[in-house]
């Protein structure tokens, strides 16, 4: 049906926004309007540049060597005997060694994500795409791996092969990926039934291509949200381990670790427990804020 | 989820002699929770068949040393054979089985003669008494703190609850434990001259509890004064809510017999996860406050390599929190007539 002339001068003439906002546009918008996210966002690059710098700074030895040990000078309080935030029981200076421990925290972190971002969305979209018995192998797979709280099956994995770093990578990423999977399988059972996955499939569209084209771009928003929040999961879970002394073994300094000790002499020297407690805190915190503001942003419609 | 709202498909894999009883709802009741007993099975099964596999999968032997002299191969042989070791695994794996469906855990390797049954009943009660504490305490706060939240959405104490939610949520109970160590053993110790604080270890039925209960409660506190919070501002906007309100009923009355009664439902979904933290929260805060309860024992286990001792204790808290879904799915079904029994 051809428009009259003058009703297309008046759809022409609508106010059109200048500019198109996309959806990542608009998330982005809505995230930096969230005060919290962006402090959070803003801890979270300033201690991936400790990490990264933290090796260049022992090298010019403008930090110490954080495994270099002071006799004389253990257990120095904030401040004293040269050291900014005080020294271990070994005189090993604080400062240096959280530092340091953000390298280990920030790879099991994001490491991990990176590990079972694959198997997560491979198992996921197979089991809600195919349905079925695939389908079914997953949820009973995954009802098993639920009985096992994700500590203790982490525990087990590192006293059998013992606590290098790729186990307790390896047995984080082992209790992480289900959670992803099971998310990934129900966003994709929720799209599949609507009209425009139906309009794809009718015109021919592989499944291989309906996959990447239309089920994963639709349930990135909620997948981003999880790894986010599955970061201070894993970060958690390796201090924890590094605090019962499972853990990656010292001297490598982690903050687990590090709260342990600290916790050892927590009489004689209380500041050796607080920094890196405080580290640990406020590392995890900055993360829940950036998923918060995360979710906030990328599904408008959970907003209260 | 085994509770799911909408019609049920009743009676579809049942013989034809138990159909009658998904008639009613007390026979559709029994054949779910029989059904859930059931799947329980399976689930320890695999349990104990994913920690067996992992411990025989393990390099070397439980009767390596780390260092110092090892043991001759006469010696391991014996030991071997005490603990039923020499045989193959397939009947080491039966045998294990069938001593469990007789509450036989077997013996631990790390003290001599000692059952893994006996060693898990002794310090159990430590667990469970700090446990049990927590647990009252975590249901009237979370709770409390949640619809007061809510019923004063946006105000100075709304914002108070969330933020603490919020900070307890993120912050590891380990570090929360050990802040407070400090704050309340050391630095109180020295402040008062040590007239004054709060133990930061051992276990005694006095304020030897306070700090480990706090610990564990924070967490569990934070989720359920969130999950309060939300579903008691979904009821607060129903109907039926203005309509209470209209009808000029007292706020004591409204909030109790109406706001509550139907916010409270989604926490009671929760209380199975809030249990099978309390369980393996109590490895961290044993470990914390020296308790020698049985989250302790299952770390000293781990760094001895304790075999029976790891797996029974496995299978232990799996059952437990296997019943705990358990209770409350079924707790679930009387809370809320609208639910129906599927699958």
Not at chain 2, 172 to 179: E, H, K, R, T, Y
Not at chain 2, 190 to 206: R, Y
């Amino acid at each position: 049906m051809a428009l009259p002339a003058v009703a297309v001068e008046q759809l022409v003439d609508w106010e059109v926004p200048e500019k198109q906002i996309g959806l990542w546009a608009d998330a982005w918008q809505r995230f930096r309007r969230n005060r919290l996210a962006v402090l959070g966002a803003a801890l979270v690059l300033f201690l991936v540049l400790i990490a990264l710098l933290a090796p260049l700074l022992a090298q010019f030895g403008i930090i110490a060597n954080p495994l270099k040990q002071n006799v004389s000078n253990i257990e120095a309080g904030p401040g004293q005997a040269g050291f900014l935030l005080g020294s271990d029981q070994l005189g090993r200076d604080t400062l240096s060694r959280l530092m340091f421990g953000s390298r280990i925290s920030l790879s099991v972190g994001i490491l991990v994500q990176a590990i079972i971002l694959p198997i997560g969305l491979a198992i996921g979209l197979a089991a809600g795409y195919a349905g079925g018995r695939i389908d079914n192998l997953l949820m009973r797979f995954t009802d098993i791996w639920y009985a096992f709280p994700d500590l203790l099956f982490v525990l087990v994995v590192v006293s059998v092969f013992g606590p290098s770093l790729l186990t307790i990578f390896g047995a984080i990423a082992l209790v992480s990926w289900v959670g992803l999977a099971r998310l990934v399988r129900g966003q994709v059972l929720s799209i599949k039934e609507k009209e425009f996955i139906e309009a794809a499939r009718s015109s021919g569209s592989s499944p291989f291509k309906l996959i990447l084209k239309h089920l994963l771009p639709n349930s990135l928003g909620p997948i981003i949200v999880t790894v986010t929040f599955g970061i201070p999961n894993a970060i958690f879970l390796e201090a924890v381990l590094s605090f019962l002394g499972v853990g990656i073994q010292p001297p490598t300094a982690t903050w687990g670790q590090m709260v342990f000790d600290g916790y050892e002499n927590v009489y004689s020297n209380p500041s050796s427990v607080v920094f890196p407690a405080i580290a640990i805190g406020f590392t995890l915190l900055s993360f829940t804020f950036i998923g918060d503001g995360l979710r906030d942003a990328l599904d408008p419609r959970m907003r209260r | 989820m085994a509770v799911i709202a909408g019609r049920p498909k009743r009676g579809a894999l049942l013989p034809s002699r138990l159909a009658s009883l998904t008639d009613s709802r007390a026979g559709s009741l029994a054949i779910f929770i029989v059904r859930r007993i059931l799947w329980m099975v399976p689930v320890v099964f695999f349990v104990i068949l994913i920690t067996f596999v992992l411990m025989h999968l393990a390099p070397g032997s439980p009767w390596d040393k780390n260092g110092g002299r090892q043991l001759s191969q006469t010696v391991v042989n014996n030991l071997n054979a005490r603990y039923g070791l020499n045989k193959p695994v397939t009947e080491q794996f039966w045998l294990y089985l069938v001593n469990v469906l007789h509450f036989d855990f077997g013996l631990s390797y790390q003290y001599e003669g000692k059952t893994v049954a006996s060693l898990i009943m002794t310090s159990w009660p430590y667990t469970v008494a700090i446990g049990v504490i927590s647990f009252l305490l975590i249901i009237p706060v979370g709770v409390g703190l949640g619809v007061l939240a809510a019923l004063r959405q946006n105000s100075r104490v709304d914002y108070i609850t969330m933020g603490f939610a919020t900070f307890a949520a993120s912050f590891p109970n380990f570090v929360v434990g050990a802040l407070m160590v400090v704050a309340f053993s050391v630095l109180m110790y020295k402040a008062t001259g040590g007239n004054f604080f709060l133990p930061a270890a051992g276990f005694g039925p006095d304020d030897h509890l306070v700090l480990p209960v706090i610990t564990l409660s924070l967490l569990p506190i934070a989720f359920t004064a969130r999950l309060t919070r939300a579903s008691t501002l979904d009821t607060i906007r129903q109907d039926f809510i203005r309509t209470a309100w209209a009808k000029g009923l007292s706020e004591r009355l409204v909030v109790v017999r109406h706001i509550l009664k139907n916010s409270l439902i989604p926490v009671v979904t929760t209380l199975g996860p809030t249990f099978a933290f309390l369980v393996t929260g109590s490895v961290i805060v044993e470990t914390l406050f020296s308790i020698p309860g049985i989250g302790r024992s299952f770390v000293v286990a781990i760094e001895s390599r304790d075999y029976p001792m790891i797996l029974g204790t496995t299978v232990l808290f799996s059952v437990i929190i296997a019943l705990a879904n358990l209770a409350v799915d079924v707790a679930y079904v009387f809370i809320d007539p609208r639910v129906r029994l599927t699958e």
